[in-house]
């Protein structure tokens, strides 16, 4: 039942011979004319201190992309890079979830290798009323609980009562202080993301050493929030089962089980039909994977697995730290939008040729 019908590039560097640039972690959106915007993080490496959010829009359904323009200016008398995720929201706007993340050292990358500690940080919010051309903000999220700092993994998500949810997990300070854990959580906006007093916990594990990141959700046509999220055991190293859960009344979550798979950087869409899309790279085989499930109550099924993409070895193995692992990863973050016909279209950004760069996918389900 699936298939990958075709695959282009939503950006690559143009010119490697005159200057390095490589791209991370797309977003998109796609607006009812068909137009379709996408944004991705740009730096000369991993974690240089040029790295910025910069948006592409495509007028023939994926096909060809403008150039890209950045999203947000610098500002302020600190050193900063940054990052957001994209989604459309009820009133038609764009929405920019994400962080800046300072760098008054500019000899300190975002991460502590041997803690897993987050540079100091802030969350902030983007708002486009003309499909990304131009941006008010950034507003300041004030969040209810120390991270000490925050994961940006994923966009607003809007709920049919109003409330905005921002998906992230708390994240360790540059000390390794956790004083929340590693947990994947869902802020809570009453009023658009002019405020966010609340928070809901979906996975934790902390006390067992596990932390949940890279998380998804979806609110699915019955009502219910539907989550998944990468499990990494700090004793082992090693990725654990995808875990799913699932809220009755989006205000509470309860793991269910796991998906059938050990999924990292998993990112999940609700299809027309109801079944359940999964997006992730796995651990064991490489390349990017796919596969299709239903839920048959509470109970994951899983129907069709297939590959997406096969170009680079598997993701994080357990070998080494997760510092080191994750600067030496090659490809994921797939995201994906339905397309009128019912087909999928996904990107993602991978390494080839030793460029990184952002790749697209048709997908017939």
């Known amino acids: 039942m699936l298939e990958v019908l075709a695959s282009g590039l939503v950006y690559r560097n143009p010119r490697p011979e005159l200057r390095p640039v490589h791209t991370w972690?797309?977003?998109?959106?796609?607006?009812?004319?068909?137009?379709?915007?996408?944004?991705?993080?740009?730096?000369?490496?991993?974690?240089?201190?040029?790295?910025?959010?910069?948006?592409?829009?495509?007028?023939?359904?994926?096909?060809?992309?403008?150039s890209p323009v950045r999203v947000l200016a610098d500002s302020g008398n600190r050193a900063s890079v940054h990052s957001v995720r994209i989604s459309r929201v009820s009133?038609?706007?764009?929405?920019?979830?994400?962080?800046?993340?300072?760098?008054?050292?500019?000899?300190?990358g975002l991460i502590n290798v041997p803690t897993l500690g987050y540079t100091e940080m802030e969350l902030i919010t983007l708002r486009?009323?003309?499909?990304?051309?131009?941006?008010?903000?950034?507003?300041?999220?004030?969040?209810?609980?120390?991270?000490?700092?925050f994961e940006i993994c994923h966009a607003i998500v809007e709920l049919r009562d109003g409330?905005?949810?921002?998906?992230?997990?708390?994240?360790?300070?540059?000390?390794?202080?956790?004083?929340?854990?590693?947990?994947?959580?869902?802020?809570?906006?009453?009023?658009?993301?002019?405020?966010?007093?609340?928070?809901?916990?979906?996975?934790?594990?902390?006390?067992?050493?596990?932390?949940?990141?890279?998380?998804?959700?979806?609110?699915?046509?019955?009502?219910?929030?539907?989550?998944?999220?990468?499990?990494?055991?700090?004793?082992?190293?090693?990725?654990?089962?995808?875990?799913?859960?699932?809220?009755?009344?989006?205000?509470?979550?309860?793991?269910?089980?796991?998906?059938?798979?050990?999924?990292?950087?998993?990112?999940?869409?609700?299809?027309?039909?109801?079944?359940?899309?999964?997006?992730?790279?796995r651990d064991d085989v490489p390349g990017l994977w796919a596969t299709v499930a239903r839920l048959d109550g509470d109970r994951w099924v899983n129907q069709e697995t297939i590959p997406l993409w096969q170009g680079a070895s598997s993701g994080m193995s357990g070998t080494a730290d997760p510092g080191h692992e994750l600067l030496q990863l090659k490809f994921g973050f797939p995201q994906m939008v339905v397309m009128p016909d019912g087909q999928l279209f996904l990107v993602f950004w991978c390494e080839e040729d030793c460029i990184k760069n952002i790749r697209w996918l048709r997908i017939a389900v």
């Not at 993080?41 to 910025?52: E, T, W």
């Not at 009133?91 to 300190?108: L, T």
């Open 25 to 66: 972690h797309p977003t998109i959106v796609r607006f009812e004319d068909g137009e379709l915007l996408c944004t991705f993080d740009l730096a000369s490496a991993d974690v240089a201190l040029d790295y910025r959010t910069y948006a592409s829009r495509s007028l023939d359904d994926g096909t060809t992309w403008t």
């Open 128 to 149: 486009s009323r003309d499909r990304g051309r131009s941006w008010e903000g950034p507003v300041r999220i004030d969040p209810p609980l120390v991270g000490p700092a």
């Open 163 to 281: 409330r905005w949810l921002g998906p992230t997990s708390t994240w360790m300070g540059w000390d390794g202080a956790a004083p929340n854990g590693m947990n994947a959580i869902l802020l809570v906006s009453h009023d658009q993301g002019s405020s966010w007093p609340e928070y809901i916990v979906e996975f934790d594990r902390w006390a067992e050493h596990v932390l949940h990141w890279e998380q998804s959700v979806v609110q699915l046509r019955d009502g219910r929030l539907l989550a998944v999220a990468w499990a990494v055991s700090l004793d082992t190293n090693r990725a654990e089962p995808t875990p799913y859960a699932l809220s009755e009344d989006g205000r509470e979550f309860t793991v269910r089980g796991f998906t059938g798979f050990r999924g990292q950087t998993t990112k999940i869409i609700e299809l027309p039909d109801g079944r359940i899309f999964s997006a992730y790279r």
């Open 91 to 108: 009133d038609g706007s764009v929405v920019a979830f994400g962080g800046r993340m300072f760098r008054d050292d500019p000899d300190r």
